[in-house]
Every structure is written in C-alpha cells, then in structure tokens.
C-alpha cells in the first residue's frame, strides 16, 4: 500500500495561528518537519509560538495582520517563498462566530464573519495558487464547519459562511486538480477555544463541554496533508463522542 508523504521540509502556511486550531496545527506540523509560515492580528502570540517551535528544532517565521487585507495575504506567500523557497500547503484556518438570530444580526457583524470567514479564504487561496501552479504541487485546506453543512437557529450568517467555503473548496479543487493541486475542507464540530466566546459560547460552558481539544482537529489536519501523491481528501467531518450538540 502507498505509503503517506513525509512533511519533512514541507513549507506550511497557517492563518489564524495565533490561538485555537490554528496554533495546535502549527506545532503539529512542527513536530513532523515541516517549515512554517504563521499569521494572525496579535502579533505576542505569534512570536511566542515561534520561538516555542524554534526551541524545540523547529522553523518558523511569521507576519501580524488581518487575514482578511489582501496584503497579509500576499506578503504571507511571498514569506514562503523567501524563506524556504516555495509553499506547499496553505491551511485556511481563520475564522470568526457570532451566533445570534438574523434580527439581532447587523450588516456590519455579517460583514464581519463574511471577511473573516470567506474573503480571507478566497484571498489566500488566490495568492497561493500561481506557485503551485507552477510548481506543480501543493494543497490549500479549509478549516470549515459542521455549520457549513448543516444550519441551526441562531447561526443563519456563520453557516453561510461556512457554506461557502466548503462551495469555494469544491469548485478550486475542480479547477486545480489538472495541476496536481489538492484542496479539500476540515469539518470540526465543537473545539475548546476562545472561538465566539461572549458571541454565543462563554469560557464555563465550552470547559465544561464535550468539545474537543485543538489537538484532535489539528491531528486530522495533518493526516488529510500526509495522504499519498495519488489520494486527497476532499471533505472530513470531525465530532466528539457527546451527544448532538456541537
């Protein structure tokens, strides 16, 4: 049987890596080789976790921004490029949640989770794909949602959101695979993270839930990226062993 690719030396970018998913993918492609390119807005977070990745015989730059500015995307790519000579895989992990009724809803809160959710998604993926085009090679992830198939009161403008990544997904992984591209999408239920806490979620309710830990996500993570040449997984969903809550 075919064996799964090494992530030696695999040029990894990750946005959103400052806390949650974001953070525990790092470290766990750290822990397999690869070389990784962070980002996120808090820019303390980001150095702390590269010098954690440094100190443990890691390699890892970041760059601080809004994953939603077409520049932090651009310069992220370009940071690849320069420091290890190519990206192989770009993991669309930033995100927002805001869960509230559509008439609680402001156009500036569905502005907000439309650029955190799915501008950024589109920003990154695009100024990713010329490189791996021309090289031939590569995968862009998208962390969605178990909202992206699947809608719930009270979540109407995060669900699109994720709905549309997983849409976006599909339709590049159509469009890219010609040039031995993979694309495909993460689908968490619930993670214990800050993610929307004081938007619908508070810190006691997510400690005390069957959520899962941002390890068992990032694990998936890195099993999609290490299937063999001719594999890729296009959609994984991934649940807690708790009842039918998210």
């Not at 400052?18 to 820019?43: D, H, P, Y």
């Not at 500036?108 to 090289?135: T, V």
């Not at 403008?157 to 010609?178: H, M, N, P």
Request: proline content about 2%.
């Amino acid at each position: 049987m075919p064996d799964a690719i090494s992530l030696t030396g695999k040029s990894v970018l990750i946005t959103g890596a400052s806390s949650g998913i974001g953070w525990a993918a790092a470290l766990a492609f750290a822990a397999k080789g690869a070389n990784l390119v962070l980002t996120a807005r808090r820019e303390e977070r980001l150095r702390e976790l590269c010098e954690t990745i440094k100190k443990a015989g890691g390699e890892a730059v970041f760059i601080a921004g809004d994953a939603s500015d077409e520049a932090t995307a651009e310069d992220c790519v370009a940071l690849a490029v320069s420091e290890y000579g190519r990206l192989d895989i770009l993991i669309n992990n930033a995100g927002a949640g805001n869960y509230r009724d559509l008439v609680d809803t402001s156009v500036e809160e569905y502005d907000a989770l439309m650029d955190s959710n799915m501008k950024s998604s589109f920003l990154f993926a695009r100024a990713a794909a010329p490189g791996m085009i021309e090289q031939k090679s590569g995968e862009i992830l998208f962390i969605s949602s178990v909202a992206g198939l699947q809608g719930c009161a009270g979540e109407s403008v995060y669900s699109a959101s994720k709905w549309a990544q997983i849409g976006f997904a599909q339709s590049l992984d159509a469009e890219l695979r010609k040039h031995n591209i993979k694309v495909g999408t993460i689908c968490p239920g619930g993670v214990k993270t800050e993610f929307a806490v004081g938007k619908g979620r508070t810190e006691e309710g997510v400690q005390n839930s069957h959520m899962m830990e941002p390890s068992e996500i990032a694990d998936a993570i890195v099993f999609a990226c290490s299937q063999p040449p001719n594999a890729r997984i296009l959609q994984m969903t991934v649940r807690h062993m708790g009842g039918a809550a998210k």
